[in-house]
């Protein structure tokens, strides 16, 4: 699971309480969070702490780096056991799909608190979410994307 803008804003350091008690009820019906994110490693076990989850810093989504490292994390359970939640199609879902993981595309917390380059990657992102709306909607549609 990606942190920034897809379960707190960048302005957000630490989970709130409706995120906690999410995450407890998650672990409740037997699965495991891992989180994975591009974010350096102060920023993430911040986020982390509270929930004594583990985690990879500086993941390099959307290469296999990251996800090589969350897969070792998740062993004896292959790659069909595991799915992606992020907010970026460039390197949250194109980083899954590369690594042959399914991924779920969530609505950007708040776009107006986002680095220059994330700013970037969202033009291109809504270009390519425009094309595969016109010729491929039922990918479209699978994807759960949202539409504004």
């Avoid at 994390?73 to 056991?81: I, R, S, Y």
């Amino acid at each position: 699971m990606d942190i920034d803008n897809t379960l707190v804003s960048y302005a957000e350091s630490e989970p709130g309480e409706k995120l906690m008690a999410l995450f407890k009820r998650i672990k409740e019906i037997g699965f495991e969070i891992i989180f994975i994110s591009n974010n350096h490693k102060k920023r993430v076990e911040t986020f982390v702490r509270a929930m004594g989850s583990r985690y990879i810093e500086n993941a390099l989504k959307p290469f296999k780096r990251g996800y090589r490292k969350a897969l070792k994390l998740v062993k004896p359970f292959g790659k069909d056991a595991i799915v992606s939640i992020g907010d970026q199609l460039v390197t949250d879902i194109l980083g899954s799909n590369r690594f042959g993981i399914d991924a779920y595309l969530v609505k950007p917390i708040a776009v107006r608190t986002e680095k220059w380059y994330t700013r970037l990657n969202r033009k291109i992102e809504n270009y390519a979410l425009r094309k595969i709306k016109k010729h491929y909607p039922e990918v479209y549609r699978k994807f759960g994307v949202w539409d504004e």
